[in-house]
Nanobody, 124 residues
Framework: QLQASGGGGVQAGGSLRLSCAASGRAFSTYGMGWFRQAPGKEREFVGFVSWSADIAYYADSVKGRFTISRDNAKNTVYLQMNSLKPEDTAVYYC???????????????????WGQGTLVTVSS
């Protein structure tokens, strides 16, 4: 129900835009998060956007470089990644959090639905 795309290889300093297309339910009412998982590491929070896009926040490691946006008419969430660094290399996942679900938006277990992940590789 969530399909992430847009990953690929890029040189340090470059940009990529990831997309997460939702289908099958009214994800326009869901908060959406992006997480990433590097080889040998745990999945970590990247950023979150509320259903109305009036609230967005990011991990300190990407703040000022990454931007999340959403188009509810298209049921799509985006992650614009600029000034990429080798340490940004990871599989990136989008996730949807029901409005009735509690818990921190920064924690993976608080999310109800997950995309399959898209690989981002940043070379130095």
């Amino acid at each position: 129900q969530l399909q992430a795309s847009g990953g690929g290889g890029v040189q340090a300093g470059g940009s990529l835009r990831l997309s997460c297309a939702a289908s099958g339910r009214a994800f326009s009412t869901y908060g959406m998060g992006w997480f990433r998982q590097a080889p040998g590491k745990e999945r970590e929070f990247v950023g979150f956007v509320s259903w109305s896009a009036d609230i967005a926040y990011y991990a300190d490691s990407v703040k000022g470089r990454f931007t999340i946006s959403r188009d509810n008419a298209k049921n799509t969430v985006y992650l614009q990644m600029n000034s990429l660094k080798p340490e940004d290399t990871a599989v990136y996942y989008c996730a949807a959090k029901s409005p009735s679900r509690g818990g921190s938006n920064r924690i993976a277990v608080a999310y109800d639905y997950w995309g399959q992940g898209t690989l981002v590789t940043v070379s130095s």
